[in-house]
Antibody, heavy 118, light 110 residues
């Protein structure tokens, strides 16, 4: 079964750090570009970061640029998101998502909740 | 940056009725538009990619059309499980190279 499973969410204080992980299974992870998408409580979807299959290309949304770092380990079939200098507005469910045809997210994890609060 | 606008914000229909959801882009995205369904407490599910291609396992009652700036998701006959929020999404082909989601249309039971 094709699957993505996120972990690492939790409660963190403002200006704190957190590292999210996404474990992939059921497909050849190294063949696919991957992304992180988040959703604040009661709000819509916001794409935040992209990484190419080989890690050669990386993009970030302006809202997280300079604070978040995306990475992957193809040998471990894993995607990561290092989040630093967290703010209250970063509170959201964070999803990892596989990209197909360079344009659409066809497989999503179940999400991991990040709460930034003192 | 391309902005996606969805209308209506909320659509109240009965099971068996036809649903027509609109997504408009602030500039042309060619056919690079996808649609997702999201139910409460669940991750989004890809329905349509490249404007009109159904994703794997998506029922034929879901169809997408359009190109350029105007796109439509049609649900030919609503099933009880179709009441959800629907998002459109595009990827820019030029800098800033980003992905954008629309604000969503909530389809509710009338």
């Amino acid at each position: 079964e094709v699957q993505l499973v996120e972990s690492g969410g939790g409660l963190v204080q403002p200006e704190g750090s957190l590292r999210l992980s996404c474990a992939a299974s059921g497909f050849t992870f190294s063949n696919y570009d991957m992304n992180w998408v988040r959703q604040a409580p009661g709000k819509g979807l916001e794409w935040i970061s992209y990484i190419a299959s080989s890690s050669i290309t990386i993009y970030y949304a302006d809202s997280v640029k300079g604070r978040f770092t995306i990475s992957r380990d193809n040998a471990k079939n894993s995607l990561y998101l290092q989040m630093n200098s967290l703010r209250a507005e970063d509170t959201a469910v964070y999803y990892c998502a596989r990209l197909i045809a360079g344009r659409a997210f066809d497989i999503w994890g179940q999400g991991t909740m990040v709460t930034v609060s003192s | 940056e391309i902005v996606l606008t969805q209308s209506p914000a909320t659509l109240s229909l009965s099971p068996g009725e036809r649903a027509t959801l609109s997504c408009r882009a602030s500039q042309s995205v060619s056919s690079s538009l996808a649609w997702y369904q999201q139910k409460p407490g669940q991750a989004p599910r890809l329905l349509i990619y490249d404007a009109s291609n159904r994703a794997t396992g998506i029922p034929a009652r879901f169809s997408g059309s359009g190109s350029g700036t105007d796109f439509t998701l049609t649900i030919s006959s609503l099933e009880p499980e179709d009441f959800a929020v629907y998002y459109c999404q595009q990827r820019s082909n030029w800098p800033p190279d980003i992905f954008t989601f629309g604000p969503g249309t909530k389809v509710t039971i009338k």
